[in-house]
């Protein structure tokens, strides 16, 4: 049979002149790249008005779904413009293998149909001059753009750049409520006119009509530009292809200093919150890095708008990015500013699970932070073996009393158990109490063995969870340190299990600063804070999971305490109370 050339009207509204069609035997090896170049033509195309816009409205029907091994039996095109349709494009394709019965029922195409038809060297050149610097529109696009560029490729020698819009990723983010997103429920659901489903030429003016639906949904988005329709239906490649949408005037204006920064998209809303020693630094990277998390990468080639807010260090940057963050990704995932924790989190029933591991939402204490996994993991299996535990990748599980000693070794308050323990034990007799005696006795022993590992003093400080931490201001005209005497500015945080409850402002020496007022008055703060939590509360409330925000900020805390720079000190509470005794 012949490849078609006629057309089957839909209506008079389509009208299309046919474009001829010529046979090309020129047939070259395939090339492959490892990415997509852009010509300028292809750029200019999509840098203009939705509705001026030249799409190439299409479909395919193959013997299968890689390229490399199946072929393309039917392909229809339609060049539409201005809300009209000028040409089309269509025939039958000889695919030089047996196209699968699957494919024959669901397409109505047989092996017979296609045998005299003409292969794919021939047609695609004449598809590739068809298309021109158009832009593609079909749907499920990328699985149709495999083919298109395998087989331009394969049969011309070069690549087929022009960018494309997807009609399904458009329904997903301008229509989420529709039922059945495949074509055929579409054209359904919309009320789309169509003929008979699964040929390229009735599947091509669906697709049409269907894309005329889209446009209004983005104009009603405030979406008129091309290119950001391409960003909007969040196609990767595509978006990698066309670079950041924020204005380089805007970029060039941000400032080389501490502070955060935030992203836009075309809709004005929030995607994205981060924190950066240097914004303008810091942003220059994500623009720049292919090598981020997808879903954030995703974010910043949707970003068209960057506004910051500068701060005094990066610490209050990091404070004020883990507030603002709530459930966004933020940068602590991209500055990898994570650290790792002995953590103590609920368990099934009663009890708890002690691991080393990141401080997330639902965790109920964190002590650390942690330099060696294996060196506390090996801690971790100490302390289980006391209280006749295994261990698993998960950690160790106690109970509830159990979990009150060990929370007595991190903090270090086990001297203060031992000693209530002690006067307990001693008002009960064995004769009348002996189950509560019993009980008292064998939580000494464990005591005994918990105070008998032998922690280096360096572990022993990376336990300290309150104290001062004062952070050197890095503001305009901010002298540098010259030596112990120069007079400075610092931004001095009281610190209490890990979370900073106030902060202060000091003037002066670092080496001066617990003699001043401010360390007199976040001591006090600190002591009260503490005395609060212990107040009336029982031991097991006082094992309340974190919050999503309260763990953004024991973990940019610790991070912070375990990465000390000479634009920070950190004097532990523990060593301020040896002091005072």
């Not at 080393?356 to 302390?383: C, F, H, K, M, N």
């Amino acid at each position: 049979m012949e490849w078609q050339k006629g057309l089957v009207k839909m209506d008079q509204k389509r009208a299309p002149k046919r474009r001829p069609f010529a046979r090309n035997k020129n047939r070259t090896s395939v090339a492959e790249k490892p990415a997509v170049s852009t010509r300028p033509e292809s750029l200019a195309a999509v840098q203009t008005s939705i509705d001026s816009g030249s799409y190439i409205v299409f479909d395919i029907e193959t013997t299968g779904g890689n390229p490399e091994r199946n072929g393309i039996t039917d392909i229809f095109a339609i060049k539409y413009q201005n809300g009209q349709i000028l040409e089309t494009f269509g025939t039958l394709v000889n695919p030089k293998i047996p196209i699968p019965p699957i494919v024959r029922k669901m397409t109505g195409i047989t092996n017979a149909m296609v045998r005299h038809a003409p292969e794919i060297h021939e047609v695609m050149p004449e598809f590739v001059d068809f298309a021109g610097h158009s832009i593609l529109v079909s749907h499920n696009t990328i699985g149709d753009m495999k083919f298109i560029r395998y087989f331009t490729e394969s049969t011309t020698g070069k690549e087929f750049d022009n960018f494309f819009l997807c009609t399904h990723l458009l329904v997903e983010r301008l229509f989420p409520e529709t039922p059945d997103k495949s074509l055929t429920g579409l054209v359904k659901y919309f009320g789309i006119e169509s003929g008979d489903m699964h040929r390229a030429e009735a599947d091509g003016y669906a697709t049409l009509g269907l894309f005329e639906v889209l446009m209004e949904g983005l104009k009603d988005r405030k979406i008129e530009r091309i290119d950001e329709a391409i960003r909007f239906q969040g196609d990767m490649e595509s978006a990698l292809r066309l670079g950041w949408a924020v204005p380089q005037k805007i970029l060039d204006e941000l400032p080389q200093r501490p502070g955060l920064f935030r992203l836009f998209d075309s809709e004005n809303k929030e995607m994205f919150v981060s924190s950066a020693q240097n914004i303008y630094r810091e942003v220059q990277r994500l623009k720049t890095s292919s090598q981020l998390p997808r879903q954030l990468l995703k974010m910043v080639l949707r970003a068209y708008h960057v506004t910051y807010e500068e701060t005094s260090s990066l610490f209050q940057a990091m404070l004020c990015e883990c507030e603002l963050s709530g459930e966004k990704p933020s940068g602590a995932l991209i500055h990898q500013r994570q650290v790792l924790a002995f953590t103590i989190s609920k368990g099934n029933a009663n009890n708890y699970q002690l691991a080393v591991d990141g401080i997330t939402p639902g965790v109920v204490q964190a002590y650390g932070a942690v330099r060696d996994r294996r060196t506390a993991s090996d801690l971790v299996e100490i302390i289980a073996e006391i209280f006749g535990q295994k261990t698993s990748r998960d950690g160790a599980t106690f109970t509830l009393n159990e979990i009150r000693l060990i929370k007595g070794f991190f903090e270090r308050t086990l001297g203060t158990l031992k000693t209530k323990l002690q006067k307990k034990s001693k008002g009960f007799s064995t004769l009348f109490q002996p189950a509560k005696k019993r009980r008292y006795m064998a939580e000494l022993k464990l005591i005994e063995k918990l105070e008998s590992i032998d922690l280096s003093p360096k572990v022993q400080s990376l336990l300290n969870r309150s104290g001062l931490l004062a952070v050197r201001q890095d503001l305009p005209n901010q002298p540098r340190p010259q030596g112990n005497g120069i007079s400075e500015r610092w931004d001095v945080y009281g610190i209490c299990d890990c979370q900073p409850i106030s902060s202060k402002v000091y003037d002066g020496p670092i080496d001066q600063l617990l003699s001043s007022a401010v360390a007199s008055e976040l001591w006090g703060l600190i002591v009260a804070s503490q005395f609060n939590k212990a107040k009336g509360r029982s031991h097991k409330k006082s094992l309340t999971p974190l919050s999503q925000k309260e763990a953004k900020i024991v973990n940019a805390t610790l991070w912070w305490l375990l990465n000390l720079r000479s634009d920070g000190r950190f004097f532990p509470l523990v060593e301020e109370l040896r002091i005072g005794s």
